[in-house]
T-cell receptor, first 113, second 112 residues
Framework: QQQVKQSPQSLIVQKGGISIINCAYE??????FPWYQQFPGKGPALLIAIRPDVSEKKEGRFTISFNKSAKQFSLHIMDSQPGDSATYFCAASIGDSSYKLIFGSGTRLLVRP | DGGITQSPKYLFRKEGQNVTLSCEQN?????MYWYRQDPGQGLRLIYYSQIVNDFQKGDIAEGYSVSREKKESFPLTVTSAQKNPTAFYLC???????????FGPGTRLLVL
């Protein structure tokens, strides 16, 4: 019940296209859902995050869509660029004192020029 | 510059040897975390600490040990009991009661 399932494992998109990565969870106590971006050989960096009281959050070309009833959330990258090529991780946490993050397995995105 | 530093970038371990990975932060964060990353898997929590001289086991603590003697430092020791230590190790920190975690650049541990 603590798992976050992420798909697809890898994704190839043409420049200018839309990249979509999906995550699903079981634990309804999760109340914070971030997405992290990781470039090869680097640590992950927070990209965008959402709480379950909203259905969508947009920051520039990046949008999180959240479906509370389906227990799913997704990352949409509009106008994908080669510089977006990286591994993306979804995560979830419960707002208790520990704030432990449970990560999905990651999606390796390649944006072709 | 504020941030998290991890050293070394690459570390080689011989059979039966303990090795220690360094993590230092100057962000004045109370909470610090250690994760292990394997290919095709997400990050898995090894240990975390919310305050000096206190830490808790994460999901995969067996074969690892930590200490938190200073707020800015959270070293991880990979002991000989960890039979499959080859992985990318990531340290992170955060403000307690805030969810955003900031990650260091990682240490890649290889077994000789």
């Amino acid at each position: 019940q603590q798992q976050v399932k992420q798909s697809p494992q890898s994704l190839i998109v043409q420049k200018g296209g839309i990249s979509i990565i999906n995550c699903a969870y079981e634990n309804t106590a999760f109340d914070y859902f971030p997405w992290y971006q990781q470039f090869p050989g680097k640590g992950p960096a927070l990209l965008i995050a959402i709480r379950p009281d909203v259905s969508e959050k947009k920051e520039g070309r990046f949008t999180i869509s959240f479906n509370k009833s389906a227990k799913q959330f997704s990352l949409h990258i509009m106008d994908s660029q080669p510089g977006d090529s990286a591994t993306y991780f979804c995560a979830a946490s419960i707002g208790d004192s520990s704030y432990k993050l449970i990560f999905g397995s990651g999606t390796r995105l390649l944006v072709r020029p | 510059d504020g941030g998290i530093t991890q050293s070394p970038k690459y570390l080689f371990r011989k059979e039966g040897q303990n090795v220690t990975l360094s993590c230092e932060q100057n962000l004045n964060h109370d909470a610090m975390y250690w994760y292990r990353q394997d290919p095709g898997q997400g990050l898995r929590l090894i240990y975390y600490s919310q305050i000096v001289n206190d830490f808790q086991k994460g999901d995969i603590a067996e074969g690892y040990s930590v200490s938190r003697e200073k707020k800015e430092s959270f070293p991880l020791t990979v002991t000989s009991a960890q039979k499959n230590p080859t992985a990318f190790y990531l340290c992170a920190s955060s403000i307690v009661q805030q969810e955003t975690q900031y990650f260091g650049p990682g240490t890649r541990l290889l077994v000789l």
